[in-house]
C-alpha cells in the first residue's frame, strides 16, 4: 500500500497553489486563462531545458554517473573505488542540467 506521505512529498505546496488559484478567481477571475498559458509555456520550457541537456550531453547524464560509484553484489552493496570521483562527476552533471534548465525557463520567462 503506497503511504500518502511519502508518494506526495510536496502537498503542501499543492494546498498552497490551490488556495492563490481561488484567490485570484475571486479578486481577477479573467486572469485565470493567463495564468493557464503562462503555466503551460513554463512547462513547456521545464521539458525542452530537459531534453536540451539530454541531447547535448548524451554521455553524461547524471544517474549513469551516480551508477559508477556504487558495486553491487547479490546481497551487499559497497562504495567503489572510484566513489569519489563518481560522485564529483554525478554533482558537476546535476548542476551542470538545473543551470541548463534555469536558463532555459528563464529565456521562456523573459520572452513572455
Known amino acids: 500500500m503506497l503511504n500518502f506521505q511519502k508518494s506526495f512529498r510536496m502537498w ?4 498552497l497553489a490551490i488556495i492563490f488559484i481561488v484567490a485570484i478567481f475571486f479578486v481577477a477571475p479573467q486572469q485565470l486563462g493567463i495564468l493557464l498559458l503562462k503555466a503551460t ?9 530537459y531534453y536540451a541537456d539530454r541531447i547535448m550531453f548524451y554521455y553524461a547524464r547524471p544517474h549513469e554517473l551516480h551508477k559508477d560509484a556504487w558495486v553491487e553484489t547479490g546481497t551487499h552493496t559497497f562504495k567503489s573505488e572510484r566513489c569519489e570521483a563518481a560522485y564529483r562527476a554525478y554533482s558537476l552533471a546535476m548542476i551542470r542540467r538545473a ?7 528563464i529565456a521562456f520567462a523573459l520572452g513572455l
Open 12 to 15: 503542501q505546496w499543492v494546498v
Open 41 to 49: 509555456y513554463i512547462t513547456i520550457a521545464l521539458a525542452v531545458g
Open 99 to 105: 543551470i541548463i534548465v534555469a536558463a532555459v525557463v
